[in-house]
């Protein structure tokens, strides 16, 4: 059996002499490291080397009296170390409420037995141990907990985003038809006009205010497309992009917002779920777009690099930015501070784990100079996909 450490902290010199004569006794082999003040009683603690198992103190110290011993001692050890109250008779009192604030025992100096003190100091270290085993399973169970709420979270937002999917491909499906039709009339009413005259001018915008419609109902369609389950398939990110700016091109028209594209004319495919990437920058740019609705100067800007084995793409808006106190909550599921019935505060915890399933990373945060960047870093070849593909 290993020795048993214990760090006694008494400056009184007879109090230390008698209490390591009584350990002397002991069966077990004991060291004893005294000290004779709380400052060098710490330092001992946190001295990987020394090892210690147990700590003995006097509440009565030079530079501390009292609880407050108790409460320095209990701050700068590590939550596991069983600290015993060394005490007088007359300062009973005191010792319990020590071990009320979390000593493990109390030891009186007046009446030292060798078997009391081998006792309280082997019981010490036992029930501490059991606290912390306790301590320790209670926060796996808060985790297990957190980690299921989250997945719950997640699954009844998935849920929500299929449904609305197939609502969406449904409507999307019915007006693709009419549409079709009215173009036609309009092509046909166009061909017995002459080209310069006001009648054609006008079916002419109307054709192509058709052909825009046309064009949503078509992005609509590819969006709400459902993927098979392992659906990573070889996608060219700007594409994907490109089709979510034009599904929010309304938004981005009326509020006046100016997009920025920073896209080098050369981006490797990678491997994506391509619904699911849309649905990230569908998140982020929706997230910067709230937050420009009162800012003078819109401007977002959207940028692709290639680093290294990643690409990594920012979207960085002009809006209000998120103060700083707030900046550790945003990726927690139904955080948001917009109104009720605006958000509801998964955006970006669905954004999280969709870079994450695509071993990549999302981060957040304030630009020095206004407004917020939203990074994603991928993987340019995705780990989750056997069929690595080389990339130039
Ligand atoms: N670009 C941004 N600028 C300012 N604040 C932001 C930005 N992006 C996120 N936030 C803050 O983070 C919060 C959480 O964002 P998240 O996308 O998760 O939820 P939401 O946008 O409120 O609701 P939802 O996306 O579910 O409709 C937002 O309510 C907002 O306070
Ligand atoms: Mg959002």
Avoid: W
């Avoid at 060098?40 to 001295?47: F, L, V």
């Avoid at 109250?85 to 009320?100: C, F, Q, R, Y």
């Amino acid at each position: 059996m290993k020795p048993l450490n214990i760090l006694l902290i008494e400056d009184n010199e007879a109090d230390a002499f008698y209490l390591k004569e009584i350990l002397s006794s002991s069966e077990r082999e004991i060291k004893i490291d005294r000290k004779n003040s709380l400052e060098a009683g710490i330092e001992a603690i946190n001295d990987k080397d020394k090892n210690i198992d147990v700590v003995i103190t006097d509440l009565s110290l030079p530079e501390s009296k009292g609880l407050e011993t108790f409460k320095t001692l209990m701050e700068n050890s590590p939550e596991d170390l069983p600290i015993l109250i060394l005490t007088g008779l007359n300062d009973k009192e005191l010792a319990l409420n020590a071990v009320s604030m979390g000593a493990q025992d109390y030891i009186i100096k007046d009446n030292l037995n060798p078997d009391i003190v081998q006792k309280s100091i082997s019981y010490s270290i036992s029930r501490k141990k059991g606290n912390s085993t306790i301590q320790k399973q209670k926060e796996e169970i808060e985790e297990a907990y957190k980690k299921l709420q989250d997945q719950q979270m997640q699954l009844i937002q998935t849920e929500k985003m299929s449904s609305i999917g197939t609502m969406v491909a449904g409507i999307a499906h019915e007006l693709n038809n009419p549409m079709m039709g009215i173009i036609n009339c309009v092509q046909f009413c166009m061909d017995s006009h002459a080209q310069d005259s006001r009648e054609y001018e006008y079916l002419k915008l109307a054709e192509e205010a058709t052909n825009r419609c046309i064009g949503i109902v078509k992005n609509l369609l590819t969006f709400a497309h459902k993927e098979h389950e392992d659906g990573f398939t070889e996608e060219n990110l700007q594409n994907l992009l490109e089709q979510v700016i034009m599904l929010m091109d309304y938004r981005i028209n009326s509020q006046g917002i100016n997009i920025v594209r920073n896209i080098p004319e050369y981006i490797p495919n990678i491997y994506v779920r391509s619904n699911n990437i849309k649905q990230v920058f569908l998140n982020l740019i929706t997230n910067s777009i709230d937050s420009m609705e009162e800012s003078g100067e819109k401007e977002l800007i959207i940028t692709f690099e290639r680093c290294e084995e990643n690409i990594k793409i920012s979207i960085e808006d002009s809006g209000e930015g998120i103060p700083e106190e707030l900046i550790n909550k945003i990726f927690d599921p139904f955080f948001s501070t917009k109104p009720v019935g605006k958000g509801t505060g998964l955006g970006l915890s669905i954004c999280n784990n969709i870079i994450r399933d695509h071993s990549g990373e999302l981060s957040i945060r304030n630009r020095p100079d206004g407004g917020v960047i939203s990074e994603i870093i991928l993987p340019a070849r995705s780990k989750s996909f056997e069929k690595i593909k080389e990339v130039v």
